[in-house]
Structures are given as structure tokens and as C-alpha cells.
């Protein structure tokens, strides 16, 4: 017969949940260590010496806002901040594209469809410098094939990567064709996720094509279209590999296209400015945060 009464119960319990409790903060100690050195204490150093002025050997003094203020009065960060802005927007077109050719993709009875896919997705696994040198001379002013293109209906292509505005729209591009492998990897999933009774209960009750695509595939994709619109903006704030592979430091117009990432790299690399560096990578953090809870808010507004 057993003799537990309840009081020895909870001890026992106590005792398990005491025990149980140290085994998950052992395992995930590797983890929030790694974080803690990678990545919170760069922060706060990042943070601290954007209110600090260094001089080329080093050597930093408190200089209050000073780096702050100097990016208010400089005229480079707004330009930096609006071709990155201009840059974000011409990427994101990728989103629509890769929706429709992910819809293309997933019809019934298309053959060859894997293969379809791993061409679609060779562009996210090439790396960035190979596709800048491919995009190099296919926006080359002389003997590119773009302008070889424009050519034939009668128009003289500029000089891409020389000029000012042009420079910036070659960069998108080459991010729009870049982005579009992984955008059409996550829309074509979402798709498949979508159960085929709906679209047979919409044709019966005489839905066209396009009213089911608008009805039933926009929404349902909704959480596969928010991911890539996140990734895409977060990616795009980032830019920096791309625009200094495409351009090169050489450049005459990279000073008018330059993002706000390459900003800081210039200051903190070339012009030996960590104080004013800082500040711009504190900026460029507080910026993608706000976009993405801006996003997130929005996206619940909406499902609500």
C-alpha cells in the first residue's frame, strides 16, 4: 500500500523541476556565450565608440555627439541612406517576379519542374564577386550586351557603371536577378502547402483564374511573401559586396552611389574615422530594426 501523500509529492516534483532546470542552460550555455562574444559585446562596443573620437594611431578621447552631429551636417549620409533606399525598392520588385514564376512552376503536369528549380536557385549559391565580374561586362559602356540589346531597337545604352544614376540602377538589377533564386525557393514551397481542393471548390462555383489567384493564392502564401519581403529588406540595407565588386573603389561615381554600409566602410577602413564609423553602424542597426518591427506590426494589423 502506498504511503505518498501529497507534501511528498510536491517535494519529489520540486526536486525533478530543480534537477530538470540546469540541464537546459548547460546546453544552451556554448550558444548564449558565442552570442554574448560575437555578437551583444561588439554592439556595445559599437556603441561606445560612436561617442568617442580616435585619431589614426588609435587612441580615442569621449566626444559626447559630436560623430552624430557630424553626420547631420555631412551630405553624405542622406545621399548614402537614399541610394540605399533606391536600391531596396528596385530589389524588392523580385518579389512579384519570383511569385509568377513560382506559380509557372507549380502548374499541373509541367515537366522537368526540378530542374526549373535548381536553375532558379543557382543564382543564390553563386557568390557575389563571380556574379559583380558576369554583370561587369554585361553593363560594359563599349562592348556590353545590354547596350548591344538596346542597339538594335535603335537606342545608345549609356555608360553603366560610370554614371551617376545608371551606376545605381546596374546594382539593383544585378540584387533583383540575385535575390529572385531564394524568393522563388520560399514562394514555390508556400504554393505547394496550398491544398488542391481549394482551387477545385473555387472553379465549381466559377471562379476564373485570376479571381482564385487573388482569393486563394495571395493569402494563403501571405507568411511566405512576408519572409522574403523581411529578408529582401534586411539583405538590401546590407548591401555592400556587391556595389564595391561592381564599381570598385576607383570609381568616379561611387562617391554619389555609395550605400550606407560602403559609408562606413569608407570611414572606418580608408578614412581611419571609428568614432563617425560607429555612429553610422549604430544608425544602419536602429534603421533595420525599426523597418522590421514596422513590418511585423503591420503584418499583425493586418491579420487581425
Partial sequence: MSTTTPNTTRRRRARLT???????????????????????WPIVQTIAMSFQSFGPFGGGEFAGVDNYLAILE??????????TVGYTLIVLCSIPLSLFFAALMNRP??????????????????MPTAISFIFRLLFNGDFGLVNWALS???????YWL??????????????????????????????????????????????????????ITVPLIGPSI??????????SFQMFDQLFALLGTSNPVMSKTQSIVYLFYDQAFIQHDRGYAAAVALIIMLIIG??????????????S
Avoid at 503536369?109 to 549559391?125: K, N, S
Fill in 18 to 40: 530543480g534537477r530538470d532546470g540546469f540541464w537546459p542552460w548547460l546546453f544552451i550555455a556554448p550558444l548564449g556565450i558565442g552570442i554574448t562574444i560575437f555578437y551583444l
Fill in 290 to 303: 525599426a523597418l522590421t518591427l514596422f513590418q511585423f506590426s503591420t503584418r499583425k494589423r493586418m491579420s
Fill in 152 to 158: 538594335l531597337v535603335g537606342i545608345q545604352g549609356p
Fill in 74 to 83: 555631412d551630405g553624405r549620409f542622406p545621399r548614402a541612406l537614399l541610394n
Fill in 109 to 126: 503536369g509541367l515537366r522537368f519542374v526540378t530542374v526549373f528549380r535548381v536553375f532558379y536557385f543557382l543564382p543564390y549559391l553563386a
Fill in 162 to 215: 560610370s554614371t551617376e544614376w545608371f551606376a545605381l540602377v546596374a546594382v539593383g538589377v544585378m540584387g533583383l536577378w540575385s535575390a529572385m533564386g531564394f524568393n522563388v525557393l520560399i514562394l514555390s514551397a508556400g504554393l505547394q502547402a496550398i491544398p488542391a481542393d481549394y482551387y477545385e471548390a473555387a472553379s465549381l462555383d466559377g471562379a476564373s483564374k485570376t479571381r482564385q489567384f487573388w482569393s
Fill in 226 to 235: 512576408f519572409l522574403v519581403l523581411i529578408m529582401g529588406v534586411i539583405t
